[in-house]
């Protein structure tokens, strides 16, 4: 029974992942895009936050649109943030920080959340 629950939520949680990247639901509503040119680490086009499961791009990437907020019902292991937009984001996870635009961090963290940054300049948790 353990390994057939630990599935199932393995499975919900790819599930609810799929559905912010393909904005069917949570909070915010994140779109698919194909990856255009770019000089960020990451493949990010202009006007999205790009989160990726690997460096430099090799793993899934996740799109998410300038001023949408998301908020992932698992944390999602990444690698790499990039913010391809032209607002500061907050970036909420094990390791918290705020993106600024133009930006990319490297390393692995367990992402909770993107939001833009709030007009009072604290990211909210």
Do not use: K
């Not at 040119?37 to 990451?42: L, Q, R």
């Not at 996740?62 to 998301?70: E, I, L, N, P």
């Not at 993106?99 to 992402?111: A, F, K």
């Amino acid at each position: 029974m353990r390994n057939r629950s630990s599935w199932i939520r393995r499975t919900a949680a790819v599930g609810g992942v799929l559905a912010v990247v393909l904005g069917t639901g949570m909070t915010g509503a994140a779109t698919a895009t194909a990856a255009a040119g770019s000089t960020a680490v990451v493949p990010c086009p202009r006007g999205f936050v790009c989160v990726s499961e690997s460096p430099n791009g090799t793993g899934r990437v996740y799109h998410v649109a300038q001023g949408t907020r998301v908020v992932f019902t698992f944390p999602v292991a990444v690698n790499e943030v990039t913010n391809s937009t032209a607002v500061d984001y907050c970036v909420t996870g094990v390791s918290s920080y705020v993106l600024r635009p133009g930006e990319t961090r490297s390393g692995p963290n367990d992402v909770r959340s993107l939001a833009p940054l709030p007009a009072g300049g604290v990211c909210l948790r």
